[in-house]
């Protein structure tokens, strides 16, 4: 795999031992995109257990299926962690280990050899939950060529995900080039609530621990992120969305939940689930959840990613075409950000129509 300049991975192809085969090209779910499919049903449910649900980005459920399969002799295999911040996937039998998969790690991980391993255990007839992006799942499906009754395949929701190399530089700013040791990183931490969270970093430095931690709109990275200007290309027009998911289950946050089904929201993190085969139902065991079904209709509402790709950000080729000459990564980010004068203007005039409304309401006494 080679770096490209905006820092994503692509794999490169030697030319002189290859034989022309196309078995790359076959298997690239890229270019064998599925046809779409309704799913099957549609839950919100929450993990009972509130320590696994502060714990994981959602509703805690990605640990539900984990769990069950780990209790049944099986393997699961998860995205954690490396030791300098990047992430991987790979695979686990212990239901302790489950820790280090829970909540989302913004970033492209790694594959490994973990497609090779979930093949060979596969095989030897051991039950293998996967979980990975629709494109990681749709890439495992390829290249297995073939169902297996024992894989349960789990892919999520998928904004994007976001350059390697940005990350990267992030880390090396916000750690002052390595002299603060970072020692845990989440992206979504709910302690002001989980429609709310902040991203956290923690370091020691000088023996003293610190946590510098940020709602997710003021959080630089996050910004980049959250504004589709850092997204590797092939996520602004994705073949694996949700219709066309290869996966049993499709796990999600029930945005709009507090609207749809209000009583399974108190804001510490409620599940989406969409189910997409018998395989996938038949693994769902709401023994230790909170659930009420509901609709695809009503959860594509509130979260139009299920189906639709980002759409790039107008500064995305400015913001790269920058980037290795800046000294300042969060100063650049800042710059790409600001919105033009046209829409500073345009927002002053909705702030002072909003204003000049809620004033009216107050002299004519509508409170
Ligand atoms: C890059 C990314 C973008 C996402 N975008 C959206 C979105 O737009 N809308 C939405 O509703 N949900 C999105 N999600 C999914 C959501 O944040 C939760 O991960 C999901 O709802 C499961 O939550 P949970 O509480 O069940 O379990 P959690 O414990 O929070 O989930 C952990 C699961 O996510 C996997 N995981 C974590 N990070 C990665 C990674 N980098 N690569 C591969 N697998 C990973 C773990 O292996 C595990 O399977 C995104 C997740 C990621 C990683």
């Avoid at 399969?69 to 099986?74: A, E, L, P």
């Avoid at 997204?231 to 939940?257: F, H, M």
Wanted: aromatic residues 10%.
């Amino acid at each position: 795999m080679a770096e490209d300049a905006e820092g994503f991975l692509y794999p490169k192809v030697d030319a002189s031992i290859c034989i022309d085969c196309q078995a790359c090209v076959r298997v690239c779910p890229f270019h064998n995109p599925s046809k779409e499919e309704k799913p099957q049903s549609v839950y919100a449910a929450l993990n009972k257990n509130e320590e696994i649900r502060r714990d994981s980005s959602s509703g805690g459920m990605f640990t539900i299926l984990a769990e069950k399969v780990i209790k049944d002799g099986g393997i699961v295999f998860g995205a954690r962690f490396t030791d300098d911040w990047q992430v991987e996937i790979v695979p686990t039998e212990t239901i302790e280990d489950l820790a280090a998969f829970r909540g989302s790690k913004y970033l492209q991980a790694q594959m490994g050899s973990s497609l090779a391993l979930a093949k060979k255990y596969l095989q030897e007839g051991r039950k293998v939950l996967f979980s990975g992006t629709p494109c990681q799942i749709a890439g495992l499906r390829h290249y297995l060529r073939k169902d297996y009754d024992n894989l349960l395949a789990v892919d999520f929701v998928c904004h994007g995900v976001p350059s390697p190399k940005v990350w990267k530089m992030y880390l090396d700013e916000v750690s002052e080039a390595g002299q603060r040791a970072i020692s845990d990183i989440k992206f979504r931490d709910k302690p002001q609530g989980w429609k709310r969270f902040n991203f956290n970093l923690s370091y020691n430095e000088s023996d003293k621990s610190y946590t510098i931690s940020s709602y997710n709109g003021d959080n630089h990275y996050m910004r980049a992120f959250l504004s589709n200007m850092i997204l590797r290309p092939s996520c602004y027009n994705c073949q694996a969305k949700c219709e066309r998911s290869k996966s049993d289950i499709t796990l999600a946050d029930y945005w709009g939940i507090d609207q749809v089904h209000p009583n399974m929201d108190d804001d510490k993190g409620t599940s989406l689930l969409i189910v997409h085969t018998e395989k996938g139902r038949q693994a769902l065991d709401f023994s230790q959840t909170t659930y009420t079904e509901s609709t695809y209709e009503d959860a594509f509402r509130f979260n139009p990613a299920i189906e639709k790709s980002a759409i790039p950000h107008p500064k995305r080729a400015d913001f790269f075409n920058k980037l290795d000459s800046t000294k300042d990564l969060l100063k650049l980010i800042d710059k790409e950000l600001r919105p033009s004068t046209k829409q500073r203007i345009k927002n002053f005039y909705y702030w002072c129509r909003h204003k000049a409304k809620i004033i009216l309401l107050h002299l004519l006494g509508g409170g």
